[in-house]
């Protein structure tokens, strides 16, 4: 079963926005991840928060956690038409390093 | 660049055929995953081996699947009899895991289609 639950599950933006996915997972993490996946490929890890940290960054990319909540977000900002991709939050619940994904945000940023 | 291989990349089988597919983790990492990808269940963590060793299959149809690790370059995912729902991109993925760190590295996906 799914340990996160994304939203929204599409998102459909304009080049030069601000796109936000947000992830709800349910039991407690050592951290949580997002991955990004383009069509027919593989996942590609894009930052790594762990479960004592509230936000980081990373260039374009602002993910915040809350663990009171067991919610997390991402933010790309300024959107790129290559930004176009499927989003992942994967959560490690500190059980050997099990990674459980969310089903993921589809996110199209038109040019 | 290191990076995880899988093959066959696609597969089209027959209902009732065996299929194996491979993964070659990047040298030095101690964890492997395999995954499930279809549309209607998503990211479906199949089993994953630390060290060699399985830590957890318990996302594994027992009675078809099975999965190994033989040496430490060789991962298998072997499906018999496949039947069609098991059409899906089965995916690799390797990671080093220290402390809480558990970043992972995916290949390409075997897309299997069995009719």
């Known amino acids: 079963s799914q340990q996160g639950e994304e939203d929204p599950q599409a998102l459909s933006i304009q080049e030069g926005e601000n796109a936000t996915m947000n992830c709800s997972y349910k039991t407690s993490i050592n951290n949580l991840q997002w991955y990004r996946q383009n069509s027919g490929r593989g996942l590609v890890h894009l930052i790594l928060?762990?479960?004592?940290?509230r936000e980081k960054h990373s260039g374009r990319l602002r993910v915040t956690l809350d663990t009171s909540k067991k919610s997390s977000s991402l933010l790309i900002t300024a959107s790129r038409a290559a930004d176009t991709a499927s989003y992942f939050c994967a959560t490690d619940g500190g059980d050997g390093g099990k990674l459980i994904f969310g089903q993921g945000t589809e996110l199209s940023v038109k040019p | 660049d290191a990076r995880v291989t899988q093959t066959p990349r696609h597969k089209v089988t027959e209902m009732g055929q065996e299929v194996t597919m491979r993964c070659q983790p990047i040298?030095?990492?101690?964890?492997v995953f395999w995954y499930r990808q279809t549309m209607m269940q998503g990211l479906e963590l199949l089993a994953y081996f630390r060290n060699r060793a399985p830590l957890d299959d318990s996302g594994m149809p027992k009675d078809r699947f099975s999965a190994e690790m033989p040496d430490a370059t060789l991962a298998t995912l072997k499906i018999q009899p496949s039947e069609p729902r098991d059409s899906a991109v089965y995916f690799c993925?390797?990671?080093?895991?220290?402390?809480?760190?558990?970043?992972?590295?995916f290949g390409q996906g075997t897309r299997l289609t069995v009719v």
């Open positions: 928060i762990r479960s004592n940290e």
């Open positions: 993925a390797s990671g080093l895991v220290l402390g809480a760190n558990t970043e992972a590295f």
């Open positions: 040298l030095g990492h101690n964890t």
